[in-house]
């Protein structure tokens, strides 16, 4: 019988943090005990960066996650992140001066000392046209493209910057076609699907179409994952809303997104991708320098607690910590602050949550369910909510609502119950599927005085437990 330790981490319902938090590891926490550490500190899940490292490394850290998830009674979420195709300049010695109005020559793999042609990690010359603008450096030196010849790709600066080498580049014109998924990408998909992975994350997203075909692929290799869409382009703002649809989890990757966008855009577009992932019931991960000087103080700014706190209040499920945890000289500090924030900001700043009922797609027989949970929950005044779910969607649909009290998920899968440790608001246990596993799990709570006399539980469960899409019962409990 596993689930979330109650005296260690729960003191009472009232404690508990409901949004939760992802954290990325890498050379500052590559070890069993770091990872404990950060689970400790109030980690649900991690962040593997498939743009570094070895398989064996990458092995070792989902083994260490796993033991240290064991050790402590708690489930993790473990995210594979793709790098995708790899768009950024290449090795050259010193610096490069840029002029506004310059003409840059840009090839992939070119020997910069010979040719003159600056190195790209990536054949532009294959994705981009005429006009379309380059975006060098992260952003820092615009240009426009002004001609494509021999695989060559000829581009305008529109302003004067200092290039070094591997800065990243973004093409916000470029359509790439659906072609996303790089050989890399491939090589780590196999290797991930004989892992303990719960999550895929696929960058550049810029249609629905990518989801697709990569759920295509996983299945295809038998890789039991979900999939996180990264958004980080300017086409995938362009079709926002079928790639929230077509997705099981977004990820709000601000960094790429401010330069493919505007960064005076990211505030405002963070809140319509998290309501959107609200209304079909999609989680959302928010990313990107949430706390990034951290990496070198051991306080935050002040800007930063107001980013965390804004994500918070807006109804995002998930918060990433990237260098922080990764390279920063704090991670443990870095976690604790976060949580902090989450905390103080769900206890003086209630979530209020609307949805577009009128939506065809949100017709379904298990929204119908949320919804008649929510307002139930709310008149009779409920201490808790449990739920028996199968593969995590009814969990996902009810706390897509955003209750606010407690959402218990009982699940017979192991995977289910990982999955669902990045989801807002929910604790999984796993139990046998039977007829009763919600009836069992209350009784459970109230036996370790999780629970009391005099508690309402709301459960929802289905009349033929472990079957997929079964759902339909709601029941109210008193306690005895």
Known sequence: MVGPKTKQFRSSLDERRLTKILATIGPVSSSYESILELIKSGVNG???????????????????????????????????????????????????????????????????AE?????????????????????????????????????????????????????????????????????????????????????VALSFVQSANDIKKLKQLLSTINFNAKVIAKIETKAAIDNIDEIVRASDVVMIARGDLAVETNAESIPV??????????????????????????????????????DVATAVIVGADCLMLSDETATGNYPLEAVKTMQRIINYTENHSPLSVTFNTDEPSNRTIRNAIAEAIIKLTQTVEAEAIVAETKTGATAISIAARRANIPLLAVTNLEKTAQQLAIVYG???????????????????????????????????????????????????????
């Open 46 to 112: 991690f962040r593997l960066n498939f743009s570094h490292g070895t398989h064996e490394e990458k092995g070792q850290q989902i083994k260490w996650a796993r033991e240290a998830a064991s050790e402590l009674g708690v489930h993790v979420a473990i995210v594979q992140d793709l790098q995708g195709p790899k768009i950024r300049l290449g090795d050259f010695e010193g610096t490069f001066e840029v002029k506004k109005g310059q003409t840059i020559a840009l090839e992939h793999n070119a020997d910069f």
């Open 115 to 199: 040719s003159g042609h600056l190195p790209t990690q990536f054949d532009l010359s294959t994705k981009v046209q005429r006009g379309e603008r380059v975006m060098l450096f992260d952003g820092r030196v615009v240009c426009h493209v002004s001609a494509i010849k021999d695989k060559v790709v000829y581009v305008e600066a529109q302003n004067n910057g200092i290039l070094i080498k591997r800065k990243g580049i973004n093409l916000p014109d470029t359509d790439f076609g659906g072609d996303v998924i790089t050989a890399k990408d491939r090589a780590d998909l196999v290797w991930g699907a004989s892992q303990d992975i719960d999550y």
């Open 269 to 306: 577009l963070q809140r319509k991708i998290i309501g959107l992932g609200r209304n079909y019931a999609t989680p959302t991960i928010v990313a990107t320098q949430m706390l990034i000087s951290m990496t070198e103080e051991m306080e935050p700014s002040r800007a930063e607690v107001s």
């Open 426 to 480: 929910v604790d999984s246990y796993i139990r046998p599927a039977t007829d009763k596993a919600a009836v069992k799990l209350t009784d459970y709570l109230r036996n370790t005085r999780v629970f009391k006399k005099g508690d309402i539980i709301v459960m929802v469960s289905g009349q033929q437990p472990g079957v997929v899409g079964t759902t339909d019962t709601i029941k109210v409990r008193m306690l005895d």
